[in-house]
């Protein structure tokens, strides 16, 4: 298990991940349907984490998970699904280099509901660069 210290560099890491997503979408995007274009994007992802998952030694019984965790792994299951697919619309229809800033509004919210619902509390400078990030969305979404 990654200590608490070490998710910095596996945040950056998905940073990355996921610029290269949007250009890999963007570019796959050409000629088919971003609904298809979704679909075939989770079916890859499933066979690469199950490899994954199974060649690391991390495999256990699913089901001998709690009836909580399972609700809100569902759950998590979902809003990903819905968000892929909002993406990938936006994605095939907009410009790469504004739909995925816009995208990372999700860091705002993020921020509001983990305020909300799991108490956390970020310090006044974090605050500060959630909200840059929120005016950089704002600023995107007017037209000129």
Known sequence: MATTSGWFHWALLSAVFAALTAIFAKVGLEGVDSDLATLIRTVVILIA?????????KWSN????????????????MATGASWVCYFRALKIGEASKVAPVDKLSLVLVAIFATIFLH?????????????????????????
Do not use: C, M, N, Q
């Open 62 to 77: 699913p089901f001998d998970l709690r009836t909580k965790t399972w609700s809100f792994l569902v759950l998590s299951g």
């Open 120 to 144: 956390e509390r970020p310090s006044p400078r974090e605050w500060l660069g959630i909200l840059l990030v929120g005016v950089g969305v704002v600023i995107l979404g007017f037209k000129r």
């Open 49 to 57: 984490l199950a490899g994954f998952v199974y060649f690391t030694g």
